[in-house]
């Protein structure tokens, strides 16, 4: 459903050119004459309908969309939940998922043992970049391809599943050989030759909330995976830019709930990337699994202070397993569990 006004003044002709613009598209038009305007309801599935190009059209004054532009991703195309099953864990049940491990893959002894930590701890997936998304040029950029064999060899001594973050379309194929569940992050979130590409992989999808997405933009996003085939698309509010300078993005609480309300996927919460500081981590992440996350990212750090990125926002293992017990009540309280 659509809704046309159409200029005070429009001329018999250019609400007709309207009309017949509809029926050309396969839709029906309703006209309501008011004292002052024409407004026109198109219903049908005005999706193939350009509502830009009847934005440019003479006489009309304005375009209403009443449905929302994205579809697989919406609730109202899918009412119960999404869930993703991977190596065990249904991702998206009742069951929190738990990710954790170091922002960075930076050796095989450091990978190893993080690992081992989080699983003790009771994590269920392990992260790690492989390839880093970083904001200079002359940071640390990971170790590619042999960070994605450290992690294959975390997954083969642990049994954890890995999830690593994928950069570039022509990558997708091979990350998707070593890892469980794809990541794309923040600042490739809206890079469609990314997304589309991963929507043709079988590995289900970790797309995080871009900083300057609106929930509509975000979703988008997780459509154009969806669109090219690929249904396993998990999302995770990581916080966006706000004039907030004391934590490194601003967590947007609120959008967990409300993603819940307008799609069926499984929403994940990162309050690691949000705050960017140690000391937070716990309580956002509480606050999260309050809010209704499915799920949580977190980076966990056995010496932060020699970490090549992401430090200051790691937790340490003590802290990472006094939060598991904490989360663990919590859950229950929530209707969950962990
Ligand atoms: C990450 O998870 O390591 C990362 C780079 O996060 P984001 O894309 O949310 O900044
Ligand atoms: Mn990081």
């Known amino acids: 459903m659509m809704i046309v006004i159409m200029e005070k003044n429009a001329s018999i002709k250019q609400i007709q050119d309207i009309l017949q613009f509809v029926e050309d598209s396969a839709c029906t038009p309703h006209v309501s004459k008011g004292d002052e305007n024409t407004v026109i309801g198109i219903v049908g599935d005005e999706r193939g309908l350009v509502s830009d190009k009847i934005q440019t059209m003479s006489g009309v004054e304005k375009v209403i ?7 697989l991703a919406s609730r109202e195309w899918k009412k119960d939940n999404t869930v993703i099953r991977v190596n065990g864990i249904e991702i998206g049940g009742n069951r929190i998922t738990i990710i954790a491990g170091p922002c960075g893959v930076e050796s095989e002894t450091q990978l190893l043992e993080i690992a081992q930590i989080v699983k003790d701890a009771g994590a269920h997936i392990l992260r790690g ?52 569940i794809l990541q794309i992050g923040a600042r490739n979130s809206q890079n469609f030759a990314l997304l589309q590409e991963a929507g043709k992989c079988n590995k289900p999808v970790f797309l995080k909330r871009g900083m300057m997405s609106n929930l509509e933009e975000y979703l988008m996003c997780a459509e154009y995976i969806m669109a090219n085939g690929n249904y396993n698309v998990i999302l995770c509010e990581r916080g966006i830019r706000t004039f907030e300078t004391s934590t490194r993005n601003t967590m947007d609480i609120s ?10 996927l499984p929403v994940f919460a990162d309050p690691s990337h949000a705050t960017g500081k140690r000391s937070l981590v716990p309580p956002v992440a509480r606050a999260a699994v309050a809010a209704g996350a499915d799920g949580l990212m977190i980076e966990v750090h056995n010496h932060p202070e020699k970490a090549l990125s992401d430090g200051a926002q790691a937790i340490l293992p003590e802290e990472f397993f006094a939060l598991m017990q904490n989360l663990k009540q919590l859950s229950v309280v929530v209707g969950r569990s962990l």
């Not at 002359?138 to 999830?163: C, D, M, N, P």
């Not at 967990?256 to 307008?262: A, C, E, N």
């Open 65 to 71: 969309p009443t449905q929302k532009p994205y579809k």
């Open 129 to 180: 970049g492989a390839f880093k998304p970083r904001t200079s040029p002359y940071s640390f950029q990971g170790l590619g391809e042999r960070g994605l064999e450290l992690l294959a060899k975390a997954r083969e001594k642990t049994g954890l599943a890995v999830i690593t973050e994928v950069v570039n379309p022509s990558q997708v194929e091979l990350v998707a050989q070593y890892a469980d």
């Open 255 to 264: 959008a967990i709930p409300m993603i819940k309300s307008l799609s069926h």
